[in-house]
């Protein structure tokens, strides 16, 4: 399996502009993961679905933030407006929920100028 | 929430020494996840354990249930070892984690 793919790697925006993030998880996995990296928080979650289905997304910073999974095998994550204080490492990770172990993707630098 | 801590933040040592970083949390768990951050970004999943120890390669990691403890080892290290190590803890019921700040390590040659 060629693992959990994350597009695009690097994304460079203007500030009020929509971005979007696409992720496609491991095949056969059940739950999918939306985290953000800064500097100053470290590592957060966004949002999780399992089987498709949103679970928590208490994460999720404001209602510029939206995250959708149509079906088992792709998800995306919208900013509209984005704004500089945006800019992150937004990584995607999926889990077989029983197992627990999460696999990640390798990451979209956003940065919103 | 649970509450993580890790420690030391940051680590220099020399190559072939024994590391050992820590990572305590508040609230019972029903597993403790060590992940791995290399340089260029990348994370990695290095273990998954809920009780006892688990060994890969140079990497053990151990973890005190009732002390709410785990530890992360690395034998005989190497400057590839070189990255930010990570330990994340699930709230109980789902598989929300909470994660640690990190642990720099640097091995030097």
């Known amino acids: 399996d060629a693992g959990v793919i994350q597009s695009p790697r690097h994304e460079v925006t203007e500030m009020g502009q929509e971005v979007t993030l696409r992720c496609k998880p491991i095949s056969g996995h059940n739950s999918l993961f939306w985290y953000r990296q800064t500097m100053m928080r470290g590592l957060e979650l966004l949002i999780y679905?399992?089987?498709?289905?949103?679970?928590?997304d208490s994460g999720m910073p404001e209602d510029r933030f939206s995250a959708k999974m149509p079906n088992a095998s792709f998800s995306t994550l919208k900013i509209q407006p984005s704004e500089p204080r945006d800019s992150a490492v937004y990584f995607c990770?999926?889990?077989?929920?029983?197992?627990?172990?999460?696999?990640f993707g390798a990451g979209t630098r956003l940065s919103v100028l | 929430k649970n509450e993580v801590e890790q420690s030391p933040q940051n680590l220099t040592a020399q190559e072939e020494e024994f590391i050992t970083i820590n990572c305590s949390y508040s609230v019972g768990i029903s597993a403790l996840h060590w992940l791995q951050q290399h340089p260029g970004g990348g994370i990695v999943s290095l273990f998954m354990l809920s009780s006892g120890k688990k060994k890969h390669g140079r990497l053990i990691a151990t973890i005190n249930i009732q002390e709410k403890h785990s530890s992360l080892h690395i034998t005989a290290s190497h400057p590839r070892d070189s990255a930010v190590y990570i330990c994340a803890v699930p709230n109980f019921g789902n598989e929300k984690l909470t994660f640690g700040t990190g642990t720099r390590l640097t091995i030097i040659p």
């Open positions: 679905f399992n089987n498709n289905v949103p679970i928590d």
């Open positions: 990770a999926s889990s077989f929920a029983e197992v627990g172990i999460q696999y």
